[in-house]
């Protein structure tokens, strides 16, 4: 036999890793400035090591009370009641376990182009059709209510996400009720604030106690630096009550995820750091840069480099990692993700190194 037909299905494209690239250029990681994939470049929170250490001693057991604990803490943080939150493997599980309790084969959603591509991977895995609506460089990344409902015709979800990746722009809390409440009542706005934290914003998280249509992702992979632990959420409709179990998978997130969330959640220091730098580094490359930049509310930065993918090779070589955006179809762009101040210093000095030395190979 065969699997089914999944022509149409893309592969997830990572940001390169740390030690994928040390292992090809035969470096050492330390020598490494790894700033394509957003992650924390302070590291995972001291007390969420502590909890991870000790909740090793107990993985033989299946995550009950710590799947609960971190639920209720979680909806302790949100005001809102634990049915309303649904943990998931990352936020990615949460873009999952929505796609499950919403689509039906056949039904199309509506995602942002350019934009994460695991909306679209995630709908095509459920049976479902993937249409875009554009988020435009004439109009500096901005996503409006008129933008999405012209290209909205009954989808069933609406994804938006903001900050939106990989552009840094947001999206108000008046497009976002404006467009759920132009769109049909069957149709779900996700609201996916994976970079929530670092933005000026608040969370549309108010928005659900008005409404049942509006879902809100949110993860501990940046902000809160447990991305190898996997773990995320959606926070969901009030009379949504009842669907998180017919659709998770059992102990949707493992054990030692559940404690290294809950002691990072439970102790704000480290992602209040966190967010601090990031915007004081966020400034720097918006300002350092010799290169276009665009602004960004989240813990990277757009820059328009000429030839992304030559660029980005040769920064690699320079053993600074950034996001050649081709994948989201800006083949001119990377991001560039916040690092520590001296990451920052060495990216900014080989980006700026790498545009001139290839502009004055071009002969100009
Ligand atoms: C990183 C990211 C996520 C989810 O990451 P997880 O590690 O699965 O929690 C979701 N949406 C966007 C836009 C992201 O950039």
Redesign the pocket.
């Known amino acids: 036999m065969h699997y089914r037909d999944l022509s149409d299905h893309e592969v997830y494209v990572p940001g390169e890793g740390l030690v994928e690239v040390a292992r090809e250029l035969g470096m050492d990681p330390e020598e490494l400035v790894a700033l394509g994939s957003?992650e924390n470049p302070h590291g995972p929170p001291e007390n969420a090591i502590d909890a991870i250490s000790s909740a090793a001693s107990s993985v033989h057991e299946y995550p009950k009370s710590s799947h609960t604990d971190l639920t209720e803490s979680l909806a302790k943080h949100w005001d809102v009641s634990p049915e309303q939150v649904w943990l998931s493997?990352?936020?990615?599980?949460?873009?999952d376990y929505l796609s499950r309790a919403v689509l039906r084969p056949g039904d199309r959603i509506l995602v942002p182009q350019p934009?994460?591509s695991?909306y679209a991977m995630s709908s095509r895995y459920h049976h479902g059709a993937v249409e875009h609506y554009p988020v435009s460089r004439e109009s500096d990344f901005t996503v409006t209510d008129e933008t999405v409902l012209e290209a909205y015709d009954d989808h069933r979800i609406v994804f938006l996400?903001s900050p939106?990746?990989p552009t840094g722009s947001v999206v108000t809390h008046d497009t976002i009720r404006s467009i759920a409440a132009q769109t049909d009542s069957d149709t779900l706005v996700v609201v996916?604030e994976?970079?929530g934290e670092f933005s000026s914003i608040a969370s549309a998280r108010e928005l659900l106690d008005h409404r049942d249509d509006i879902a809100v992702?949110r993860?501990?992979?940046?902000a809160y630096g447990l991305?190898g632990l996997?773990?995320?959420y959606a926070l969901v409709p009030d009379s949504w009550a009842d669907a998180y179990g017919r659709i998770n998978t059992p102990f949707a997130v493992n054990e030692i995820a559940c404690r290294a969330a809950s002691a990072a959640l439970a102790d704000q220091s480290h992602v209040e750091k966190t967010v601090s730098s990031a915007k004081t580094q966020r400034k720097r490359l918006q300002s350092e840069l010799k290169v276009p930049t665009w602004e960004s509310q989240g813990n990277f930065v757009l820059a328009e480099v000429g030839d992304a993918s030559t660029v980005s090779d040769q920064l690699k070589q320079r053993g600074v990692i950034v996001r050649d955006c081709s994948s989201f179809g800006l083949s001119d762009c990377i991001r560039i993700s916040c690092g520590t101040e001296q990451e920052t210093t060495e990216a900014i000095n080989a980006v700026n190194d790498v545009v001139a030395a290839l502009s004055s190979s071009h002969g100009d």
């Open positions: 957003n493997p990352g936020a990615d599980g949460a873009i934009g994460f695991y996400t939106h990746n996916d994976a970079y992702l993860t501990f992979s940046k991305a996997r773990v995320g």
